[in-house]
């Protein structure tokens, strides 16, 4: 199938063929077509398939089509990241090539005077983050009441996050008639709930298994003692000549110390987490993608967003406490087809982990040892004594009802 097959016009089809698409995704062959006969869309798609491209194309399609509304906003895309919205705001930029529209971004970290004078006259495309696009309502600097176009990308994360209050103050500000999109690469019971509050009669578009992780990542979980992990991780980058390795890690703490330790290990690192200002991630990232940092260590606020073609490699030196964020950390690599491998390093604390996300995934992945870091097997003896004690109590407490779910209680935690 090609794009000319899709409803899009001449000019869009030269601008993307100008930026290398020879033909569509599967996500996009289903979604374009739908958000052109301007219905609500609910889709799913692995992450690097496609799905920034499957609703952009044809919203400037539309806007196009229609009048400018001076001073007002005409399309809305919410994103969880400030990282995820720069990509966003650029994939407008390119796709629109040629055409007068305008895009402008919104996100925290950075100040607020600027992006209130870009707005001054209004935007076809306003990329936000939902806590900066709030200081931008309250402040009187955003009209929404033109709004034609609504999008939530990657609105499970959104969730995690706990944009759900801001969501709900940014709803009463737009108009009840709208066309609303809501994209991600996982589902989950509490996204199908918040769609029936967002969305009208939707089309589901799913262009794979559930939850599932691209055929192209080599997925392998190594056992090792937590204490080694740091040396592993510094050992099988070297040893492998690995280049541009993504490593995540669950707290901002714990990456500036991986990162500190790892250069040490003549291995240069670098952080990127929440607490970094915009400009000091901006940094961190361009100089991993230039190949003058050779590691960049992460928390998961770096799962979503960060689209670097030829990422190869991608460490989970922790496992994530929910599981879908496993399926967006190693979708950082295999992306547009391209071939990756996804390394977990697994300490006996952890089991219970992998058991959720592989429930998540419905597959068992593969274990192994690595020669050299295999773990203290008396040790291991020991804390698999805690580790069944631990489960029992879970067990019992989700038996009786008296505890909520692991996943729910960590997600608690993150908000």
Known sequence: MSFSTLG????????????????????????IPMILAKRDVMAGAQTGTGKTGAFAMPIIELLQQQPRVEGSVSALVLTPTRELAQQVQQSFIDY????????????????LNPQISALKQGADVLVATPGRL???????????????????????????????????????????????????????????????????????????????????????????????????????IGSKNWQQVLIFVRTRQGADALAKEMCKDGIKAQSIHGDKSQGARDKALAEFKSGKTRALVATDVAARGLDI??????????????????????????????AGLAVSLMSIDENWLLEEIETILDTRLPQAWFPGY??????????????????????????????????????????
């Open 8 to 31: 899009l016009t001449p000019s869009i089809i030269a601008t993307v063929t100008k930026l290398g698409y020879q033909s569509p995704t599967p996500i996009q062959e289903q979604a």
């Open 96 to 111: 629109s090539h040629g055409t007068d529209l305008s895009c402008e971004i919104a996100y925290g970290g950075v100040s």
């Open 134 to 236: 709030l200081d931008l309502l309250f402040k009187g600097a955003v009209n929404l009441d033109k709004l034609a176009f609504l999008v939530f990308d990657e609105a499970d994360r959104m969730l995690d996050m706990g944009f759900m209050v801001d969501i709900k103050r940014i709803l009463k500000r737009v108009p009840d008639e709208r066309q609303t999109l809501l994209f991600s690469a996982t589902f989950d019971e509490n996204l199908f709930e918040l769609s029936k509050r967002l969305l009208n009669n939707p089309e589901l578009i799913e262009v794979a298994q559930r939850n599932t992780t691209a055929a192209e990542i080599e997925q392998i979980i190594y056992n090792v003692d937590e204490h080694r992990k740091r040396e592993l991780t510094s050992f099988m």
């Open 309 to 338: 073609e030829q990422l190869n490699y991608v460490i989970n030196y922790e496992l994530p406490y929910i599981a879908e964020d496993y399926i967006h950390r190693i979708g950082r690599t295999g992306r547009a087809g391209n």
């Open 374 to 415: 295999e773990p203290d097997l008396t040790r291991v003896s020991s804390d698999k004594k805690n580790s069944r004690a631990s489960q029992k109590r879970r067990d019992q407490q989700r038996a009786s009802g008296k505890g909520n779910s692991n996943r729910n209680r960590h997600r608690s935690r993150r908000k």
